[in-house]
Structures are given as structure tokens and as C-alpha cells.
């Protein structure tokens, strides 16, 4: 089992910067892949970046490249979205997830953090 805590929500302007924390504890070393994910309301939740945690290569979502890095530390199992020149269209619930394999369905989420963009 994994347990996972995502952080750093808020309330931001437009062109404004946040972190986003994802702390996962449990059986952590059976995690081949963690993701954020973000949904608005009425929307399905869409994809936005990810991290193979064994070979370290990153996926993004071409609505968020160039302004989202997704990165981690390996000694507190803490995985970061970092998020600059944000835009209102950025405002969603951000959820991070975790799967034990590189490809598939996401096995643990979060309970999300509210990100919220004003113009």
C-alpha cells in the first residue's frame, strides 16, 4: 500500500509561480511511475506530467511544457510539480498518483490540492 499527501495548493495571479508537493510513504519502492493529474468541474480528469522513477525520464502534457517540471527527491520520496507563468485555464483540483509499472492505470491518488489562477 501507498499513501499519498499532495500540498501547495493556493490562490495565484496569472503569470505567478507554485510548487506543488506530493509526499508518498508506505511501500514506496513498488512505485515504477508517479503522475499529476488535474480536473475541473464537469471536466474528466486530464493528465499533465510524469516521472519513470527508475530511469528518471519525464512526460508532459502539451498544455503545461515549457512551464511545469515534474521532479523528486529520492531521500524523502517527495515528488514536485513545479508550476510557472501560470494561466487561469491551470485552475483544477491537482491530484498525484502512483502505479507500479510504467504503463496503465495509476493504483494510488491523492486527495488533491485546489490550484486556482486569477486573470
Known amino acids: 500500500q501507498v499513501h499519498i499527501v499532495e500540498s501547495g495548493g493556493g490562490l495565484v495571479q496569472a503569470g505567478a509561480s507554485l510548487r506543488l508537493s506530493c509526499a508518498t510513504s508506505?511501500?514506496?519502492?513498488?512505485?515504477?511511475?508517479m503522475g499529476w493529474f488535474r480536473q475541473t468541474p464537469g471536466k474528466e480528469r486530464e493528465f499533465v506530467a510524469a516521472?519513470?522513477?527508475?530511469?528518471?525520464?519525464?512526460y508532459y502534457a502539451d498544455s503545461v511544457k515549457g512551464r511545469l517540471t515534474i521532479s523528486r527527491d529520492k531521500v524523502t520520496n517527495t515528488v514536485y510539480l513545479q508550476m510557472n507563468s501560470l494561466k487561469p485555464e491551470d485552475t483544477a483540483v491537482y491530484y498525484c498518483?502512483?502505479?507500479?509499472?510504467?504503463?496503465?492505470?495509476?493504483?494510488?491518488w491523492g486527495q488533491g490540492t485546489q490550484v486556482t489562477v486569477s486573470s
Open positions: 508506505g511501500h514506496t519502492s513498488m512505485i515504477y511511475t
Open positions: 498518483a502512483a502505479r507500479q509499472s510504467s504503463l496503465g492505470v495509476y493504483d494510488y
Open positions: 516521472m519513470n522513477l527508475r530511469a528518471e525520464n519525464t
